[in-house]
């Protein structure tokens, strides 16, 4: 079990905090299969393996698991990476730049609803990841949803592959 260096974290949460809100996953149309490829590549990376299923074409939400020994009841983070159409010329910043001020606040679509939220799931489950190997007694999930609002993960787990995602193992 290795301790958790935990300005390390931040960097690098930030760091995919900030790459989260580069993606423009605007619903209408969606196309959060851009912030779903990266995350997916991110997970697979630390020896997690996620599985992305899609409602339509680009409209992708993703599902990673660590298995735990089934002692406590399982765990479920999860969030929606679309987001709400952007003026840009009402923002200070543009509304997919990620960009940071020299005071630290980080401006972009989806900076507080809720790619904030699923970057912080992120790094839980890779934090957990390394800090274990597995989560110790429960089961650990990650779903991120394409869309939060429209029904697209209905559409979803109504498929075989969706609802077999879906289901914790006891």
């Not at 931040?10 to 605007?26: A, K, N």
């Not at 990376?45 to 299923?53: D, F, K, R, T, W």
């Not at 606040?105 to 799931?121: C, L, P, S, Y």
Request: aromatic share 8%; glycine share 10%; charged share 20%.
């Amino acid at each position: 079990m290795s301790s958790i260096n935990w300005p390390d974290a931040l960097s690098t949460g930030t760091q995919h905090f900030r790459e989260l809100l580069r993606f423009d996953t605007t619903n209408p149309p969606g196309n959060e299969r851009l912030a779903a490829d990266y995350i997916a590549g991110v997970l697979r990376a630390s020896g997690i393996e996620p599985l992305i299923l899609e409602s339509a074409p680009g409209r992708a939400n993703l599902v990673a698991r660590l298995k735990g020994d089934g002692s406590l009841p399982p765990l479920l983070l999860m969030g929606h990476v679309d987001v709400v159409s952007a003026e840009p010329d009402k923002w200070t910043h543009p509304p997919f730049s990620g960009d940071c001020d020299a005071a630290g606040q980080i401006f972009g679509r989806g900076a507080v609803d809720m790619k904030n939220t699923v970057a912080a799931h992120l790094m839980s489950l890779l934090l957990l990841k390394q800090r274990v190997g597995k989560w110790p007694a429960a089961q650990a999930r990650c779903d991120f949803f394409g869309a939060g609002r429209r029904g697209n993960w209905r559409r979803v787990w109504r498929t075989v592959d969706g609802a077999r995602a879906c289901a914790f193992d006891f």
